[in-house]
């Protein structure tokens, strides 16, 4: 067994500063995730700092958007009444997590940072550079069917496996974190990266930095989406996800948003379709083509070629659930 301190948080000074002292330690939030790891012997961190007292529970909404706060479960995020009627892309990506009993538990911050769930990472006797910097990367040249087809690397090619962030990614959210500097807020679409040559940093997080909310900002978005397609209907990670929100006045598309998961080591927006769809009619030729380019530029490797239909037929699906 592996030694670890476990000190309970009362302000999010008192988190911030814990973790300060210590740069092999982690806040811990519903667990769900960073328990598995350290049972996994995937990670050891030296002291947890259990975020869970915390006043980091609330969900607030106003007519610039809505503020959730880090330590609120996955499942009352999903059933909060504002999120349920004006940002319903959210409370679908949130019920198609895991199962009942993990959203209960799962925390809005523990979300966000939830590691891959590449099995060369999770197989302590494969070599991984996300896991272990310099040892390689198991999947490029092993079974892939789950792997990245854009912004890998040779170094890594792992996704990330939240459905909540895929929804965040297209709803343009907001990250709010706190620090003994300050505060300061990253737009969602920049806060998990590409592996690069550094595949062992999943986002930009920095040491001795809280996640303290989520803010999704007002939109006028009036028909949304959810597809998450996996090998079992519950208790399994896409193999691919779409979330679309869209504007649709008069038939016309006024305004969209796309991003895919189960594709990157991030969330990925589609931003050349949204380009594609702004301002065309509503229609299953307009989502038709659309989708024949949303996998534009992807790179495949030997077990996950599939992604490529699969992707293509999900815009599709996507779009025109959305809109029925
Ligand atoms: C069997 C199983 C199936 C799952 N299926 C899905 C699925 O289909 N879709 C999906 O999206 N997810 C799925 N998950 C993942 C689940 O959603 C995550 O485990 C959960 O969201 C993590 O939240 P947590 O509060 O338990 O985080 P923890 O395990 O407590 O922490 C995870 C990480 O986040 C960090 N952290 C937590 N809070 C903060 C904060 N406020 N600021 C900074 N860092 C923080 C911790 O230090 C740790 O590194 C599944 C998990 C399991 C076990």
Redesign the pocket.
Known sequence: MINFEYTKASSTKTAIDASLKNNNA????????????MKKGI?A?QRLID?TA?P?KNINSDAKGITIG??V??SAAAENETVKTKYPLLAM??N????AQ??N???????????T?CSYFYDITMPCNKRNPGTGCGAAEGYNRMHAVFGASDKCIAVH?????VALAALNATVN?SSSKGDKKILFTDFHRLPGDTPELDNN?QAG????AIHIPANNFNKAYYL?I?DRLS????LVSVAVALEVKNGIIKDVSLAMGGVAHKPWRLTAVEKFLIGKTASQQVFKDAAAMAMDGATTYEHNTYKIKLGKAAVLEALTKAVV
């Open positions: 982690k806040f811990i939030a519903g667990g769900t995730n960073l328990v598995d790891l990670t961190p975020i915390l980091l880090a330590l479960a996955n990506a949130l198609a997590g895991a199962s993990l959203r538990m799962a925390t809005v911050g523990g979300n966000i940072m939830q590691r769930r496996p939240s459905d909540m962030c974190i997080l930095e809280l996640i303290t998450k996996r208790y399994a990670f896409a």
